[in-house]
């Protein structure tokens, strides 16, 4: 990991126009050369016997023509044997790649077709940006992943999207070595996937959000082959016996009947008529007691029979899943357990719904996967999954709320190049001030903020530069309930320890936009504090360094609302439910309207509007000249309203329209009298 902190930080001392320094994932092995640039947009002869679709898109698009006698030559091959890191997980083909570039020579080796895609999907980075004509840099790359499956999941039974922001998504995050759609089609809302034996699954009246609509098979089946043009396999999930409230509803009998294991039969044969190419089917069978004589065996004995492999989650209710003949598990929640001699995935802490926009992905980035710096036949990987159980009003709602895209490319960097210190239940989801951690963080967010600025230009993405934000916060006093209660920070002015009833409060620092006081998952996952404790009050404050007089955009949030819950917006005229405040130059910072403010009896059908900072602009803030104080009041007093105790806070200034961070201010827990300078930080 060491090696890989160095290279990046050689990377960056790099000019603009050395490319290498943008690739995300980071290779495994990158050395650079002493020599010319390999020149794109010109005649190219190529020799390939794999005929990668990929490959050649991406030398089109690089305007190259393709010539038998040009004295630029790509050269493709395939060695079976390739001698890099892999493990076995069935259907999961080698991705490992060599790449040497030289002035007239691009030299491609790998031991499979998909290891041709992964190069071709790092030259396709290397050549972004900088020189006016394109080139790719004369180096040796050696690359391969630490884990074989990772994966991005979308719930498209609960929150539908259409067939072309699949695609998009699938193209955007195979760009960043993403290998892996789980696609959730069914849930109680609505049956998502067309079954002709039962057209009845999939008619309008039969859904109760976003009625009416599906995808076809023919859909489906142009889905997957877009998908495996760039890598990706797609593994369908048909939720049984739980979440099948529609399926209830259109057929008229439960899952768990005979009539219901019948019908499920042959839903499962058309599945994987659909989805040929898919290796595995997911049956779910989480959240559902099950009572019908060996259904969950019934099914796997199905899918096998149709010459797929099974994937169910863990925990099943009731269940040991190690008794089963399951050819893979996806765990989640903490309950979720590894079973030992078969494949695991990873997604016990990559609910996404429950996650801040800052700190939860420095605990994505931070976190090995389930204890492993690489996978082994017992760890396929990882998985990203936004779970969406509170409706949104658009698909850039669910992408946004979700921060959808930096959670992904977090989770695909680290699932790529292994490592991770800790797992996040040790981590935690805190950015330290400095140190190697940081720095490899900071690598990862330079590089993703080039990307977001590019290939993700079109996209929302909520997320900016935070690692130049530094705090102050003190630790909590009692408030005896009473959220206004004035304490010494407020009455004794800003300093490093105070004294109160007797008792020391001492002053610790901390770095990001965003930071947990206490997380969502309580004691499970580290925070600022290590115990917590309701009826107290924090304070946090920062001091920004503005060259000149300005307005900024603040991105501010006190509580985040996950997008599987069903809290109480804040009431009119507050910031949170808890009643913290916050201070520019001591004068308080209004909080924005609530549009769901006042509403009670929210139910998952109650559109998630405003309450989180992404669904709504940057508040206009004006900066002085100078220094600038940041204050904040932090009560923790949960009023049984929103069901996860969070307490935090996200604060940073960007731009007018919040998508880039403010550039040329600076962060310090305390003003100094020297101006100071900003760092010269590239990416926003």
């Not at 802490?349 to 996650?355: K, P």
């Not at 490093?496 to 006081?517: F, M, N, Q």
Request: proline fraction near 7%; glycine fraction near 8%.
């Amino acid at each position: 990991m060491l090696k890989g902190l160095l290279l990046a930080a050689a990377l960056f001392a790099l000019g603009a126009q050395a490319k290498l320094k943008h690739l995300l994932p980071l290779p495994q092995q990158v050395e650079r050369v002493e020599a010319a640039p390999f020149a794109l947009g010109r005649p190219v002869a190529l020799t390939d016997p794999t005929h990668t679709a990929l490959l050649r898109h991406f030398l089109r698009a690089q305007g190259c023509s393709f010539a038998p006698n040009a004295a630029a030559q790509v050269v493709v091959r395939i060695e079976p044997h390739f001698d890099t890191f892999d493990y076995r997980l069935d259907g999961f083909p080698n991705e490992g790649y060599r790449l040497r570039v030289r002035p007239d020579t691009l030299e491609i080796t790998a031991a499979t077709e998909v290891g041709i895609i992964r190069a071709a999907q790092t030259l396709a980075q290397m050549a972004m940006g900088g020189a006016e004509r394109p080139a790719l840099e004369a180096a040796d790359i050696t690359d391969f992943p630490a884990f074989k499956l990772r994966g991005f999941m979308h719930d498209v039974g609960r929150s539908f999207l259409s067939i072309e922001t699949l695609k998009r998504h699938i193209d955007l995050l195979s760009r960043f070595k993403v290998n892996t759609f789980h696609w959730h089609l069914t849930e109680n809302q609505a049956w998502r996937i067309e079954v002709k034996a039962f057209p009845q699954l999939t008619a309008a009246e039969h859904m109760t959000r976003f009625p009416g609509r599906f995808y076809t098979q023919a859909e489906a089946q142009e889905l997957e082959t877009f998908a495996a043009e760039r890598g990706v396999i797609i593994i369908p999930e048909i939720d049984m016996p739980g979440h099948s409230e529609a399926f209830r509803r259109a057929m008229g009998f439960d899952m768990q009947t005979d009539a219901g294991v019948a019908a499920l039969t042959t839903i499962l044969e058309e599945m994987a008529a659909v989805f040929p190419h898919a290796p595995y089917l997911h049956i779910g069978a989480d959240e559902r007691a099950i009572t019908y004589p060996r259904f969950l065996e019934t099914m796997i004995d199905k899918v096998h029979a149709l010459g797929r492999k099974v994937v169910v989650w863990n925990p099943v209710q009731g269940v040991n899943i190690g008794g089963l003949d399951i050819d893979m598990t996806q765990m989640w929640s903490t309950a979720g357990k590894a079973v030992a001699g078969k494949p695991n995935i990873d997604c016990r802490y990559q609910y996404t719904n429950h996650f801040d926009v800052f700190a939860d992905l420095v605990g994505i980035y931070k976190s090995n996967i389930y204890y492993a710096e690489r996978g082994h036949p017992d760890l396929a990987g990882t998985i990203s999954a936004p779970w969406n159980d509170r409706k949104m009003a658009t698909e850039r709602d669910i992408v946004a709320q979700n921060n959808f895209f930096a959670n992904a490319i977090a989770l695909a960097e680290r699932s790529w190049r292994g490592g991770g210190r800790q797992y996040v239940e040790q981590g935690g989801t805190t950015l330290p001030d400095a140190g190697a951690e940081w720095e490899e963080f900071r690598s990862w967010e330079e590089r993703f903020l080039f990307h977001k600025s590019t290939t993700l230009a079109e996209e929302p993405v909520p997320y900016v530069r935070q690692t130049d934000v530094r705090w102050c916060i003190t630790e909590p006093f009692p408030n005896e309930g009473d959220p206004d209660r004035p304490l010494p920070p407020e009455t004794e002015g800003l300093k490093d320890s105070y004294v109160y009833h007797g008792k020391t409060y001492r002053t610790g620092h901390a770095t990001g936009a965003g930071i947990y006081l206490r997380h969502t998952w309580g004691s499970i996952i580290p925070a600022h504090f290590p115990h917590p404790q309701e009826h107290t009050t924090a304070y946090a404050w920062t001091y920004i360094y503005s060259p000149q007089a300005q307005e900024a955009g603040a991105l501010i949030e006190l509580y985040n609302y996950g997008r599987s819950e069903k809290d109480a917006a804040p009431d009119a005229g507050t910031w949170d439910r808890y009643g913290s405040k916050i201070w520019l130059n001591d004068r308080p910072i209004a909080p924005p309207t609530f549009d769901n403010s006042g509403l009670t009896n929210i139910t998952h059908e109650t559109l998630l509007r405003n309450e989180n900072f992404t669904a709504r602009p940057p508040l206009p803030l004006w900066l002085k000249k100078g220094w600038n104080k940041v204050l904040l009041r932090l009560p923790f007093l949960p009023d049984g309203r929103q069901r996860l105790r969070k307490w935090m806070f996200t604060f940073v200034l960007t731009d007018r329209d919040g998508r880039n961070a403010l550039d040329g201010i600076v962060y310090a827990p305390h003003p100094t009298a020297e101006p100071p300078t900003a760092l010269p930080l590239g990416s926003r």
